[in-house]
């Protein structure tokens, strides 16, 4: 365990010691099977790899910080619609079980994907809830994704409350893709951490199902019902994004409420595939890089 944590810690340094732009783009070969054209980008994920490079307002470190997006957003569309924080720590060893509920969530602060859902606090295994978020505190997401805003994001763990739907599923993750300002596309998450498996489901505004999808992401075999939040979502949607080239908002619906989850710069960190291949350029003459 010691030798692979070693290891990575080696990775991550010598990642960091490659210039964003040759990583970017040798990352981008890797995923897309070509170079990305970075001086005159014309797709979806090379604009949001151009803005990895040319768009750094220190805010974004403040978007992406799963602690302190929560103040941030607040104060913008209101404390009504953040989702419970339950307990921050610096060190993993450090949460204090005893003083959560008996349903939780933790994530660290920095970091993306690694969860640990709590559903019964007297059945959790807390040495491996501790390891999990020592292993993610450990990660240096700016290293492998070169989104930069995450490389000065302070490593903390969080509990928040778990979000439950209707017979104790979780609630799907609505993801607004926001250009400009403007709520153009919604993608529709669901499952991710059940046992059917995730699937995902693009709409558009007026909620009609695109024919489209991500490699190995399946669609879901019925449409979603329209959420009655919907409207509410895009207007709040808009309110977060006003004056950014691209910004992607991530909601839940739970009782009839409406909850904030998370800010995105980089979907897929500037490597998401689509089927149809088409719709990357579509996406692409949506978004304005020079706004």
């Known amino acids: 365990m010691k030798s692979d944590s070693k290891l990575k810690g080696l990775l991550y ?3 960091r010691v490659v210039p964003d732009r040759w990583f970017i783009a040798l990352k981008f070969r890797k ?3 070509r170079w990305p054209n970075l001086r005159s980008p014309k797709t979806f994920n090379e604009k949001l790899n151009w803005l ?3 768009d750094r307002k220190p805010l974004y470190t403040t978007m992406v910080d799963k602690y302190e997006a929560k103040r941030y957003v607040a104060s913008i569309i209101g404390e009504e619609y953040i989702i419970p924080t339950l307990g921050v720590w610096d060190r993993a060893e450090d949460i204090d079980f005893d003083l959560l509920p008996d349903k939780f969530v933790l994530k660290a602060t920095h970091d993306s994907g690694r969860v640990v859902i709590c559903r019964d ?3 959790l295994n807390r040495t491996q809830a501790v390891a999990d978020m020592r292993e993610s505190l ?3 997401f700016y290293a492998v994704t070169r989104e930069w805003p995450y490389k000065n994001v302070k490593p903390r763990i969080i509990a928040e409350a ?3 739907a209707d017979g104790g599923a979780l609630p799907a993750d609505f993801k607004v893709h926001n250009f400009n300002g403007v709520p153009e596309v919604i993608l529709v ?3 991710r951490f059940g046992e059917s498996g995730l699937t995902e489901d693009f709409y558009d505004v007026n909620w009609k199902r695109l024919d489209v999808r991500r490699p190995g992401h399946p669609n879901a075999a019925e449409v979603e019902p329209c959420p009655a939040e919907l409207h509410e979502m ?3 949607s808009r309110k977060l994004s006003a004056g950014y080239p691209f910004m992607r908002t991530d909601f839940y619906t739970v009782g009839g409420r409406l909850y904030f989850g998370e800010i995105t710069l980089y979907p897929a960190s500037g490597s998401v595939r689509f089927v149809p291949d088409e719709f990357d350029w579509i996406l692409g003459d949506r978004l304005d890089i020079k706004l």
């Open 138 to 140: 450990k990660r240096d």
């Open 189 to 191: 998450c669901r499952d």
């Open 52 to 54: 990895k490079l040319h």
């Open 13 to 15: 340094r010598v990642a």
């Open 121 to 123: 606090k007297g059945k």
């Open 31 to 33: 995923n897309f099977g």
């Open 234 to 236: 895009l207007d709040l």
């Open 162 to 164: 778990l979000l439950e």
